[in-house]
């Protein structure tokens, strides 16, 4: 479905914009949201030119470590669980154990919030995380 209803509009798109390109010796990097369980999706969106792709979504299943692994040129934003900021300083500590040390050797990622960050972390939290 994804090659048959959108694959036409996104080369187009792409096209478009790359003809637009002032500077053609830089890369232009082209960027999807990735709501839900992205990792079936991911070859057909890199076949179609997308290389930055985020917010990666924890509760999805989805795992920016893991994925790193299996695409290492590919830009990945996102990825830190909403719920584990929302569990405290050691929850927060596990978690940027876990995926920064990885991600840094590798990378090309940004670390954001899997979505917006939610009201059941707290200000503090959220600085302690950040």
Do not use: W
Request: proline share 5%; aromatic share 12%.
């Amino acid at each position: 479905m994804i090659r048959e209803f959108l694959f036409p509009y996104y080369q187009q798109l792409l096209t478009n914009i790359r003809r637009r390109q002032i500077d053609r010796s830089r890369h232009l990097y082209f960027q999807v949201d990735t709501d839900g369980y992205a990792n079936a999706v991911i070859p057909l969106y890199r076949e179609i030119g997308m290389d930055v792709m985020s917010p990666f979504e924890v509760a999805a299943g989805c795992d920016v470590v893991e994925i790193g692994r299996q695409y290492p040129d590919l830009v990945i934003s996102g990825g830190v669980d909403k719920r584990e900021l929302a569990k405290g300083k050691e929850a927060i500590d596990r978690l940027v154990d876990r995926i920064f040390p990885v991600m840094h050797a590798r990378g090309g990622y940004i670390p954001t919030c899997d979505h917006g960050v939610p009201e059941e972390v707290s200000y503090q939290d959220y600085l302690y995380y950040r």
